[in-house]
Nanobody, 123 residues
Framework: VQLQASGGGLVQAGGSLRLSCAAS????????MGWFRQAPGKEREFVAA????????YYADSVQGRFTISRDNAKNTVYLQVDSLKPEDTAVYYC?????????????????WGQGTQVTVSS
């Protein structure tokens, strides 16, 4: 599956963005999806994941209550609404896909990755 992430940008602390990830090449509704992020000098970390049918989501503790993952299977797109942004949220955000419905937080279980979109939060 091919993934194309978009929606990143420069925003002040407290602001919001909506990240999108468009998928093609495989039946989207058969894949669970995840968002990860990587800050300079740090490892790529889990942010959020959603079940293939959208019925279950899971978040990293650091974003719980501020970020919302959703999907539109008719549009083959997964979204990440990021609110109340903090400078420590600055990173390249990646969407990822894996075959199967289960919500997975471990990046090694994902077999397709998008190119990433930069989110920069100024203080």
């Amino acid at each position: 599956v091919q993934l194309q992430a978009s929606g990143g940008g420069l925003v002040q602390a407290g602001g919001s963005l909506r990240l999108s990830c468009a998928a093609s090449g495989r039946t989207f509704s058969h894949d669970s999806m995840g968002w990860f992020r990587q800050a300079p000098g740090k490892e790529r970390e889990f942010v959020a994941a959603i079940r293939c049918d959208g019925r279950r989501t899971y978040y990293a503790d650091s974003v719980q209550g501020r970020f919302t993952i959703s999907r539109d299977n008719a549009k083959n797109t997964v979204y990440l609404q990021v609110d109340s942004l903090k400078p420590e949220d600055t990173a390249v955000y990646y969407c990822a896909a894996r075959s199967g419905c289960a919500v997975i937080t471990l990046r090694t279980f994902y077999n397709s990755w998008g190119q990433g979109t930069q989110v920069t939060v100024s203080s």
